[in-house]
């Protein structure tokens, strides 16, 4: 696509950074899949047509590289930083930090026995908000299969949280 330039995918770098950090949780590992979106982004910047918006061809990129990384790692790292910045001590009693702490523990773990597709559908479309067409784009994947990604990652986030 005529006009689009290496600073156009580096602003989208912010954005990026955000959806690497739920899907991964390691600083360093976001740091590397991010850095490795954005070369794969400039290095193919002449594929883009502009048959998506730039934002689901970088995300589409970004879901391909988390996937190489946990291929890669065959596990995940903990998402403790991720959890402290969500956590605001002083505007809760001790009781509710400690609760909240254990609900987030035990999503983070349900979310890391999920597997890659089914996390990268949740995150995308719960946490991260994209819409459906752009999810599917970034997957690589149709509308049906998507509602079931979705649907066994909620149902297994579900049974995690009933425990």
Known sequence: MAGL????IRAMEPMLRACARRSIGNPTAVDDVVQE???????????FDGRSTLRTW???ILSRKVVDHFR??????SLDEAEDELIA????TPDRAI?????LRTIERALQDLPVQERMAVVLC?????????VCNALDVTS?????LLHRGRHRLRRALER
């Open 5 to 8: 330039t290496d600073a156009d």
């Open 99 to 103: 609760d909240e702490r254990r609900m």
């Open 37 to 47: 979106t954005l070369l794969g982004a400039v290095a193919g910047i002449a594929s």
């Open 89 to 92: 001590p002083a505007s809760r």
């Open 72 to 77: 890669r790692a065959k596990r995940w790292e």
């Open 58 to 60: 970088l995300v589409g």
């Open 126 to 134: 719960d946490v991260e908000e994209l819409e459906r067409e752009e």
């Open 144 to 148: 049906t299969h998507l509602r079931v």
